[in-house]
Structures are given as structure tokens and as C-alpha cells.
């Protein structure tokens, strides 16, 4: 009987762990407001920010989909999450897929064409 605790408590530990790394594996996107890395925006995710916030260890927590206004984990992200599910205006796209682009790969960009800084300006003739 001692051994089946055992073998539970270890099973639990190690689902905490695995619980606190895939969020911050899965950086390429992510669910805004889905603190908690459970795949769906509830009550648990505001609670979750409470809990990060009052520095009350929590099992699971994801600072970048937790942080839906993007000023910084603060008590307003929870209040936000909270306003959303009672169904006021969804002003921060709470509930929706984040993607966030590869930093490694070069992004496209558009050749400006080149100007000398002396050069003035054409002034079309009317």
C-alpha cells in the first residue's frame, strides 16, 4: 500500500513538471488569456494570476498569454480575463490564437529606393 503512494506521489510530481515546461515550449503560439496552459480561457486563468501575483505557487503558468493587455503582469489581466468571461466587450482579443514569429527567421522586407538627403523635393506643375 505504501508503494502505490509512493508511485502516485512520483506520478504527480512528474506531471506538475512536464505541466510547467510544455507552455513555455510552445512558444510559436499560444492562447490568449489561457494562464494556465490548459487550452481554454476560465475562471482558473484569473485565479492562476492571482495566485502568481500574491506569489502563491501555482502549478502551471504561462506569463505570456497571462499578460492579454501587454503592459506587464499586473491585477488588471485577471480583471480582464474576469470582464470577458461575464461577456463585456472582448476589447483584448481575449480567447484567440497568439502567433508569435520565429526570431530566427529573416523576415521580408521591402528595398526603399535610395535618396539623396540634399535633393529636393518635385513639386509636381499645375
Known sequence: MKRLGLIGLVLICLMIAVSM??????ASSYLRGDADGDG???I???????RTLAEIPTASFFEKAADVDGDGLNIMD???IQ????G????Y??????????PTTPQPTTPQPTRDPYELPVVPKS
Do not use: G, K, W
Open 21 to 26: 515546461i510544455l507552455p513555455v515550449s510552445a
Open 40 to 42: 481554454e480561457v476560465t
Open 44 to 50: 482558473t486563468d484569473a485565479t492562476a494570476i492571482q
Open 78 to 80: 485577471a480583471t480582464n
Open 83 to 86: 470582464r470577458y468571461l461575464a
Open 88 to 91: 463585456f466587450e472582448n476589447t
Open 93 to 102: 482579443h481575449i480567447d484567440e490564437m497568439v502567433t508569435v514569429p520565429d
